[in-house]
């Protein structure tokens, strides 16, 4: 269980609240629109109403205790930009900040950011990925150059052992788990035979990827 700061609760910042809340993590969640911290105090531990880009109100909640920090500021990047800058300056260990476009990112990661995350720019690659292909049920970057994609069994798989098919020789992809029944199987072994209905979470490079399962 970790203690994290979540500053922003608009629509990202507040499924970012019920997701850790789902985890059990303790989050104190700020924002200065009085009617998102109500809306998120189900499932935060502490909130408050308050403006971020004030560096006595921002000291006054001990950025120190936390083990990360959260902007999710969207509408407003010079708020973002101000609350993260003070959020290193406060001792903050791990500052995450929310970016819309490339420029956004390197003024946040020369003003403090440890990491960025693009909410928009990664959901349009996923639903990219998602839809262009029929045969790709999800989609996770792993960085430039890899993914794990879970596709259903090809049908020319089916009745086959991973072993018979020679997955990674061919296709230089592989098999990293096989979910049956909602269940994920982690132990895969090439004696594992392949069943329709059950779908793959495959490791590889992502032209391999798409190459081997795009229709």
């Known amino acids: ?38 809306a998120v105090l189900p499932f935060v531990t502490n909130a408050q109403i308050g403006d971020s880009t004030n560096a006595d109100f921002l000291e006054s909640l001990g950025i120190r205790n936390y083990d990360v920090c959260i902007v999710a500021i969207g509408n407003d990047f010079q708020s973002s930009l101000e609350t993260t800058s ?18 956004q990112a390197k003024f946040l990661l020369r003003n403090g950011a440890d990491e960025v995350v693009y909410p928009e720019k990664q959901l349009a690659k996923w639903t990219a990925f998602r839809y262009s292909a029929d045969h790709i049920l999800d989609y996770m970057e792993l960085d430039d150059e890899h993914a794990i994609f879970e596709i259903p069994v090809p049908d020319s798989w089916a009745g086959r052992t991973i072993g018979q098919i020679d997955i990674r020789k061919k296709y230089n992809i592989n098999i990293m788990g096989i979910k049956k029944d909602g269940k994920l199987e982690l132990t895969v072994s090439p004696d594992v035979q392949l069943k329709a209905g059950e779908t793959l979470l495959v490791l590889g490079r992502n032209r391999d ?6 229709t």
């Open 1 to 38: 269980m970790k203690s994290i700061l979540l500053i922003g609760l608009g629509r990202f910042g507040k499924h970012i609240a019920i997701h850790l809340n789902q985890l059990g993590h303790e989050v104190m969640a700020v924002d200065h629109v009085e009617s998102r911290v109500e």
């Open 86 to 103: 003070l959020l290193k300056e406060l001792g903050a260990k791990l500052v995450v900040s929310r970016a819309a476009r490339d420029v």
């Open 209 to 214: 990827l798409q190459k081997c399962f795009r």
